[in-house]
């Protein structure tokens, strides 16, 4: 091998433990992600505009199943996001609406209502799964921790409009549903069928529905 592949397979390696790394601590005042590669875009060609988005004033379109949209201002939103370990979102939810139970592996979540009124919730893992819960008017804060499911539901006579931050640039999202019924390739419904103390015809149904 030569010196320069050696540098080369070093720089590679070095890159994707950047890359893959969960928000790490910064080393430097920021990394603007490169659209063209994964390392950090040369800062004499970043500007103001690396660091900003705009559209939050635009409420999401709520005309689906759910009734909801989620607005992401993450680092591939937002590209000096990245590593510094905070995001944002909008959350519009139509009047019955949900956003449906969810966990970001990646990030804990602290929730501002801004107009209308929420049904929020999160559940603590095995074995307690205990379900806290509260409603929230505009004004109001709620923090649900790292990882854990939770949603939010409008139980009021408007739209209701929230803005979640997130302790990550990419905080993820698994969606309940969508993960168990709605895999590619589909989860066998034995399995489903045993774990969620369904019949078989039922799993399958959902699994149409996702
Ligand atoms: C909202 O989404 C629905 C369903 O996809 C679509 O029919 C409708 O045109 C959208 N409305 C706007 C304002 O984009």
């Not at 969960?22 to 660091?51: E, M």
């Not at 609406?97 to 990646?106: A, F, I, K, L, Q």
């Not at 408007?158 to 590619?184: D, E, H, K, W, Y």
Request: overall charge neutral.
């Amino acid at each position: 091998m030569t010196n320069l592949s050696i540098i080369l397979l070093l720089s590679l390696a070095f890159s994707l433990s950047v890359v893959f790394a969960a928000d790490p601590s910064t080393l430097q005042d920021f990394c603007v992600t490169n659209p063209i590669g994964q390392v950090c875009k040369d800062p004499k060609h970043v500007d103001a505009n690396d660091f900003f988005f705009s559209g939050l004033h635009t409420a999401g379109n709520t005309t689906n199943p759910a009734g909801s949209k989620v607005t992401p201002v993450f680092a591939s939103q937002l590209p000096g996001l990245n590593t510094l370990g905070i995001s944002l979102a909008r959350i519009d939810i139509a009047p019955w609406g949900v956003n449906p139970p969810h966990s970001h592996p990646r990030a804990t979540e602290i929730l501002t209502v801004l107009e209308g009124t929420l049904e929020v919730g999160f559940i603590t893992s095995n074995p307690e799964n205990r379900h806290f819960t509260k409603v929230l008017q505009k004004g109001d804060v709620f923090v649900f921790p790292i990882g854990l499911i939770h949603y939010q539901r409008n139980i009021g006579y408007g739209n209701a409009v929230a803005i979640a931050a997130l302790s990550s640039q990419n905080p993820g999202a698994i969606t309940i549903g969508n993960a168990v019924f709605g895999a590619t390739p589909e989860i066998s419904s034995g399995v489903l069928s045993k774990a969620f103390l369904l019949d078989k015809s039922t799993v399958n149904y959902l699994q149409t529905k996702f």
